[in-house]
């Protein structure tokens, strides 16, 4: 997740011109200009999009830079990568799986997974490997102990483990999970499973192979049947799985100023952060989870928003979800942000959605939705 960055009043008052009204009435012209400010900083490596919503309403949306460096402009509309905030789609798969009573969140993964999934020693503490014990809930909940396949040590190079060291020197690789998971198992162990938090891609691995397991089907096919169509995502797709969609105007996602969306070794981000999406598709996944549309039963969204805390002051984490606290008292938002600063966000307090992209890495997509919840709630 991003640094969250909270704002003064001082600093939120700063995006807007003296002949706006303070607070100001409506959202439209300070949230453009805090959008355009906030893209401006990525130096042509990167525009941005950003919708709110109330109720299912579009308060304000817009865009500001370009899809491409050099190239067309930004719209509204656009597609882009959403990285880690894919996770909430790979939550919510385990757990429709669960209210069709094929997985348990409790159950040991290695009672799920066919023989041979999982590598030798792949958390192996004190001599007992936890890999076969590990839970979904576990998982989803980066309570695994499990290392992160994309930055835990030990470093083979300064800053990259062996499967960082790989993947950037092949780009146009594709890779599988299953190539992915023997990585994990020479990487240093976090803490035994339920007695810490740390962010890890590799539980959501586990899941995704879950999920294919009882299934019979491929993720991007779940997705699609359970998730994307009920709920009328028509611009969402597991990108280098599923073509991308014709006629969608696709923007591209920078590290600095290194385009990463035309490599084809970004196919190791699956479960953990593989989709790409627009901004109205990503209010329709939150208003599935916020309206009860997507469960059948409201204790599935409950076990989602099981909160647990995650080291960061104001900052917690269910299964698949963040919540983080807005500042000046303005209460909670729960949703999920990824690499290259995209983000989907839900306030309850007024029934607001917030769904957004930076598509650049050295950014912050935050003090964009604590101006939007300023405007809003003043």
Not at 24 to 41: I, K
Not at 268 to 275: P, S
Request: proline residues 8%; hydrophobic residues 40%; aromatic residues 12%.
């Amino acid at each position: 997740m991003s640094s969250l960055v909270l704002l003064s009043s001082a600093a939120l008052a700063s995006f807007l011109s003296p002949q706006d009204p303070v607070p100001p009435e409506g959202v439209t012209l300070p949230l453009q200009r805090a959008l355009d400010a906030v893209v401006a900083t990525s130096q042509g490596r990167g525009g941005g999009v950003f919708r709110v919503s109330q109720s299912g309403h579009v308060l304000w949306q817009g865009a500001s830079g370009e899809r491409v460096r050099n190239g067309p402009p930004m719209t509204a509309d656009a597609g882009f990568e959403i990285a880690s905030t894919s996770k909430a789609m790979a939550a919510a798969a385990v757990l429709l799986l669960v209210e069709d009573g094929l997985l348990d969140l409790d159950q040991p993964i290695g009672q799920i997974l066919p023989p041979g999934t999982l590598p030798p020693n792949l958390l192996l503490i004190q001599g007992h490997d936890y890999g076969p014990d590990l839970t979904l809930r576990q998982c989803l909940s980066h309570t695994s102990g499990l290392p992160d396949y994309w930055y835990d040590p030990p470093f083979v190079l300064p800053g990259f483990n062996a499967f960082l060291r790989d993947y950037s020197r092949q780009p146009q690789r594709f890779w599988t999970p299953q190539e992915i998971l023997p990585y994990v198992a020479d990487l240093t162990p976090r803490f035994v499973p339920g007695t810490g938090w740390h962010y890890s891609d590799s539980g959501y691995l586990l899941a995704g192979f879950a999920i294919e397991t009882v299934t019979g089907k491929s993720l991007r096919q779940f997705y699609r049947e359970r998730i994307f169509d009920p709920l009328g995502m028509d611009h969402t797709w597991l990108r280098w799985r599923d073509a991308d969609p014709a006629g969608l105007p696709l923007s591209h996602r920078y590290e600095d100023g290194w385009d990463m969306s035309t490599k084809r070794h970004n196919s190791a981000d699956w479960a953990g952060g593989g989709l790409a999406s627009t901004t109205a598709d990503l209010e329709r996944f939150l208003r599935g989870l916020a309206d009860g549309r997507l469960y059948r039963h409201p204790a599935t969204l409950r076990a989602m928003k099981s909160w647990v805390p995650t080291g960061e002051p104001g900052v917690e984490y269910g299964l698949g979800l963040y919540r983080a606290q807005l500042a000046g008292g303005r209460g909670w938002v729960w949703g999920h942000d990824g690499y290259g600063n995209a983000w989907m966000y839900y306030w309850p307090k007024h029934d607001v959605t917030f769904t957004g992209a930076l598509n650049q890495t050295e950014n912050d997509w935050w003090p964009l939705v604590e101006l939007a919840a300023w405007l809003i709630d003043s």
